[in-house]
């Protein structure tokens, strides 16, 4: 499973335990404020999630994207201490199939206004 975390601390001192804990369980930094993991099992990130709960208060920012869990991307945050949970599913097979109805031509092959007006407001 692929992880990646964006952690946007309150304080300097924050920010130096936020990574440490990090690093600790095998996070990569990957920019400032961005570490990611591609070997972090779904136990191991729920005592990350916790352990960060422990650390932070509610001036901290965390989000966790994960990739894939049960074949859909999971957004978890942190704000104000409290978890929220996004579970973005689906794609493009889910989508609604796009109907287009043909333009009216005229005989020279450019569409006439008056027609496609008139199909548009039907719709």
């Known amino acids: 499973m692929y992880v990646s975390v964006a952690v946007d601390p309150g304080s300097e001192e924050r920010a130096k335990e936020l990574a440490s804990l990090l690093g ?3 996070f ?3 920019q400032r404020g961005l570490w990611e993991s591609t070997v972090v099992s779904p136990s191991t990130l729920t005592r990350v999630k916790r352990d960060m709960d422990r650390l932070t208060d509610a001036f901290d920012r965390i989000r966790f994207f994960q990739y894939p869990l049960e074949g859909t991307l999971v957004l978890s945050s942190l704000k104000d201490k409290k978890w929220r949970r996004l579970v973005a599913r689906g794609g493009e097979e889910d989508a609604a199939p ?3 109805k043909p ?3 005229e005989a020279s092959g450019n569409l006439r206004k ?3 007006i008139k199909t548009i407001r039907k719709k």
């Open 24 to 26: 600790q369980y095998g």
């Open 28 to 30: 990569e930094r990957v």
């Open 98 to 100: 796009v109907v287009k």
């Open 103 to 105: 333009a009216v031509k």
């Open 114 to 116: 008056s027609a496609l």
